[in-house]
């Protein structure tokens, strides 16, 4: 019996605009998804297609238990971690000899397959790796860790990632002209955003400009435009979405002390808040429980 487990991802900067090429800086995450996987001729597992894709790839036979604390369809990479935590705890119960980058290009190939075509590359890194990780074009880089006090609010309101990727793309055909300087304007958000992960303060005031320009992309929603105005009036930094918007999640870069009042300002407007901080491990081996 091998038990593994692989963290959640936000971005804090660039989603959407990453689809385009332009630079993007995602992190992972403390909430995690923790996978058990044993070596039996009779099986049993959760009925996904992740999981079944997983053991497909990996070419033997054996039972699943999932213990996911990460929400699903909430724009925190639940699927990529359950996916990479699934290949690790494979690799480890049948000693198969993946190395961590075997795992990250495997979990990104069965995001694609089950998700027909449209997959994150980033998730699947983040949650292999741990950390922040800057992508830019086709590449991504791990930034040295930073400490930073956040609360992610999922808004409850379900939402397709491949729907808002194309809403955009939709969007960036019948008006290049404003959508393509506003793809720019992201990127140098990001790029001004990258000299300051060690400055909450200004950090915050880049998640706030981020935030503007996503909205004029049209991925806000009603739901999470409330909880990020509760949580930069309850004294966060910055808020903005993260992930695709339309639903979903946003994040606060909080002060310290402040990051519980920022939590019950977002469960005030119907949101499930959710305190964390960076995870700098990605992949890891669990004591079987
Ligand atoms: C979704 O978490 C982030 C998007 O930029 C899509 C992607 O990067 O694949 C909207």
């Known amino acids: 019996m091998a038990t593994w487990s692989a963290p959640g991802k936000v971005f804090l900067f660039g989603e959407h605009a990453v689809v385009y090429g332009k630079m993007g800086i995602a992190m992972a995450i403390r909430p995690r998804v923790f996978v058990t996987v044993r070596d039996t001729k009779r099986p049993s597992r959760a009925k996904s297609p992740y999981i079944d894709s997983c053991f497909e790839a990996m070419g033997v036979i054996g039972s699943v238990y999932i213990n996911s604390q990460i929400p699903s369809?909430?724009?925190?990479?639940?699927?990529?971690?359950?996916?990479?935590?699934?290949?690790?705890?494979?690799?480890?119960?049948?000693?198969l000899n993946k190395t961590r980058e075997d795992i990250a290009a495997m979990a990104f190939e069965i995001e694609k397959t089950v998700q027909k075509g449209r997959a994150s590359p980033?998730?699947?890194?983040?949650?292999?790796?741990?950390?922040?990780?800057?992508?830019?074009?086709?590449?991504?880089?791990?930034l040295p860790p930073?400490?930073?006090?956040?609360?992610?609010?999922?808004?409850?309101v379900s939402h397709s990632t491949s729907r808002m990727v194309e809403q955009v793309?939709?969007?960036?055909?019948?008006?290049?002209?404003?959508v393509d300087p506003v793809l720019d304007a992201i990127?140098?958000?990001?790029?001004?955003?990258?000299?300051?992960?060690?400055?909450?303060?200004?950090?915050?005031?880049?998640?706030?400009?981020?935030?503007?320009?996503?909205?004029?992309?049209?991925v806000g929603h009603p739901q999470l435009?409330?909880?990020?105005?509760?949580?930069?009036?309850?004294?966060?930094?910055?808020?903005?979405?993260?992930?695709?918007?339309?639903?979903?999640?946003?994040?606060?870069?909080?002060?310290?002390?402040?990051?519980?009042?920022?939590?019950?300002?977002?469960?005030?407007?119907?949101?499930?808040?959710?305190?964390?901080?960076?995870d700098t491990e990605g992949v890891r081996k669990e004591k079987n429980v």
């Open 169 to 178: 793309a939709d969007l960036k055909k019948r008006h290049p002209e404003i």
């Open 225 to 278: 435009a409330k909880m990020i105005l509760a949580s930069r009036q309850a004294g966060a930094f910055g808020a903005k979405i993260t992930g695709a918007g339309g639903g979903g999640s946003m994040v606060a870069l909080c002060p310290k002390q402040l990051k519980h009042r920022v939590a019950k300002a977002i469960e005030s407007c119907d949101g499930r808040a959710i305190v964390t901080a960076i």
């Open 73 to 95: 369809s909430s724009g925190l990479g639940s699927s990529a971690a359950v996916t990479v935590a699934t290949l690790a705890a494979i690799n480890d119960e049948f000693n």
């Open 146 to 156: 930073q400490n930073m006090h956040l609360v992610v609010g999922d808004s409850l």
């Open 122 to 142: 980033t998730d699947t890194t983040v949650s292999t790796y741990g950390g922040i990780v800057l992508i830019t074009g086709g590449s991504r880089r791990r």
């Open 187 to 218: 990127q140098g958000v990001s790029m001004s955003a990258i000299h300051q992960l060690s400055n909450p303060r200004e950090l915050g005031r880049y998640m706030n400009m981020n935030n503007s320009l996503l909205e004029v992309l049209g």
